[in-house]
Nanobody, 120 residues
């Protein structure tokens, strides 16, 4: 069973930085996409950043130039570097992994979420 565990959230002042980590345990046959989503109270969950197996990235307009998604395959860990944080970045951040299992099925897994609060 593949599991995702996020870490790195917390309270930061506006203009500060945080790095979120998503550690993957279990066996993945073939990666499709790793992504970070966020959900603020009263809002729908939205895509923040995604990284596909070919290395292409996709960012929400609101975070372009401030956030960077990456992964370290050797450590089975994905990252979201967040710089110049703004109060509107406050949300629960979720790691998402889409991968193919050995039978060829596309599997969708979510982490438990980590709270990011940007406030002075």
């Amino acid at each position: 069973q593949v599991q995702l565990v996020e870490s790195g959230g917390g309270l930061v002042q506006p203009g500060g930085s945080l790095r979120l980590s998503c550690t993957v345990s279990g066996s993945i046959f073939r990666l499709n996409t790793m992504g970070w989503y966020r959900q603020a109270p009263g809002n729908q969950r939205e895509l923040v950043a995604a990284l596909n197996s070919g290395g292409s990235t996709n960012y929400a307009d609101s975070v372009k130039g401030r956030f960077t998604i990456s992964r370290d395959n050797a450590k089975s860990t994905g990252y979201l570097q967040m710089n110049n944080l703004k109060p509107e970045d406050t949300a629960v951040y979720y790691c998402n992994l889409k991968y193919y299992n050995s039978l060829g099925f596309l599997i969708d897994r979510w982490g438990q979420g980590t709270q990011v609060t940007v406030s002075s």
